[in-house]
């Protein structure tokens, strides 16, 4: 499957609208580890993995969530196709309700604000010619490379509270400027930090808005998102938001997600910065 984050891009600098679409859509991340993997006979088609269970899908085994793993179950399923989808149409069709389940399982709305992306798992060519049917929705958190980073310990209930900001979005792009926004570390040098309220825009399914409604839309809310987030107004920090084009619109990404981007890279957290200056 394939992760999808194609965006448009715009920005508000504290008060003065700035907005322009991407020059063209952006290309999505790499592709992680699918259905495509080579697993035992049967394994996912007669004894699937149950939710919370977590997987090495490198290996197509069933781990302890407290070992190094790169994908965690949240929901089993079967796919209804009458012969096996391309890659492309698989993902469309997957991803969303997959998203869904994520969703719910992770107890908050604001994923597209952190490295959290749905991940499914379906059969490859092989595994469907003997019958196999299998769906796995899983999550994953993912790297600078988009990729599914190994990790240890269980993501149910992972957005409650403040746990959100252990999985927070930061970008060494531009944000506003860039239109493949590439993750960094937040407490390495970076430029954008994704803050929680991910503003929903449309259902899965459903037509996507025109660029000029979701920016409306994001021109009006992302500023008090932010400012929030800072605890105040600085002059050092503008605000931006990411836009879903049509391909992430299909594989339901239908949010728009502010974001908070410094004048120059920073090393720790804008959260909380108030009116103050950018650290040192």
Same mark, same amino acid.
């Given at each position: 499957?394939?992760?999808?984050?194609?965006?448009?891009?715009?920005?508000?600098?504290? *008060?003065?609208?700035?907005?322009?679409?991407?020059?063209?859509?952006?290309?999505?991340?790499?592709?992680?580890?699918?259905?495509?993997?080579?697993?035992?006979?049967?394994?996912?088609?007669?004894?699937?993995?149950?939710?919370?269970?977590?997987?090495?899908?490198?290996?197509?085994?069933?781990?302890?969530?407290?070992?190094?793993?790169?994908?965690?179950?949240?929901?089993?399923?079967?796919?209804?196709?009458?012969?096996?989808?391309?890659?492309?149409?698989?993902?469309?069709?997957?991803?969303?309700?997959?998203?869904?389940?994520?969703?719910?399982?992770?107890?908050?709305?604001?994923?597209?604000?952190?490295?959290?992306?749905?991940?499914?798992?379906?059969?490859?060519?092989?595994?469907?010619?003997?019958?196999?049917?299998?769906?796995?929705?899983?999550?994953?958190?993912?790297?600078?490379?988009?990729?599914?980073?190994?990790?240890?310990?269980?993501?149910?209930?992972?957005?409650?509270?403040?746990?959100?900001?252990?999985?927070?979005?930061?970008?060494?792009?531009?944000?506003?400027?860039?239109?493949?926004?590439?993750?960094?570390?937040?407490?390495?040098?970076?430029?954008?930090?994704?803050?929680?309220?991910?503003?929903?825009?449309?259902?899965?399914? *459903?037509?996507?808005?025109?660029?000029?409604?979701?920016?409306?839309?994001?021109?009006?809310?992302?500023?008090?998102?932010?400012?929030?987030?800072? *605890?105040?107004?600085?002059?050092?920090?503008?605000?931006?938001?990411?836009?879903?084009?049509?391909?992430?619109?299909?594989? *339901?990404?239908?949010?728009?997600?502010?974001?908070?981007?410094?004048?120059?890279?920073?090393?720790?957290?804008?959260?909380?910065?108030?009116?103050?200056?950018?650290?040192?």
């Amino acid at each position: 499957m394939r992760i999808a984050w194609g965006l448009a891009v715009c920005a508000v600098l504290l *008060g003065i609208t700035a907005c322009e679409p991407a020059a063209s859509p952006p290309a999505p991340p790499a592709t992680a580890p699918s259905g495509r993997v080579t697993v035992p006979a049967n394994m996912y088609g007669e004894n699937p993995p149950k939710p919370g269970q977590c997987l090495d899908t490198g290996n197509a085994i069933v781990v302890d969530c407290a070992d190094p793993h790169d994908a965690e179950v949240v929901n089993t399923g079967k796919l209804t196709a009458t012969s096996m989808p391309d890659e492309a149409t698989a993902a469309t069709l997957t991803i969303p309700p997959c998203r869904e389940k994520l969703a719910e399982y992770l107890g908050g709305p604001d994923m597209d604000a952190t490295n959290l992306v749905a991940m499914p798992l379906w059969p490859n060519q092989e595994q469907w010619a003997k019958g196999e049917r299998w769906l796995l929705c899983t999550v994953a958190e993912v790297g600078a490379d988009e990729r599914p980073a190994k990790r240890t310990g269980s993501l149910e209930g992972a957005l409650q509270g403040n746990e959100l900001f252990r999985y927070q979005t930061c970008s060494v792009s531009s944000p506003s400027r860039e239109a493949k926004l590439r993750r960094g570390p937040c407490d390495g040098p970076h430029l954008g930090e994704a803050v929680p309220g991910v503003i929903n825009v449309g259902k899965p399914g *459903g037509s996507i808005p025109g660029n000029d409604t979701m920016n409306r839309t994001a021109s009006t809310r992302c500023p008090a998102l932010v400012k929030k987030y800072l *605890g105040g107004d600085s002059k050092e920090v503008s605000v931006a938001w990411r836009l879903p084009n049509a391909e992430s619109w299909a594989r *339901g990404y239908t949010n728009v997600v502010c974001f908070a981007e410094a004048a120059r890279p920073v090393k720790v957290r804008l959260r909380n910065l108030g009116q103050g200056a950018l650290p040192s």
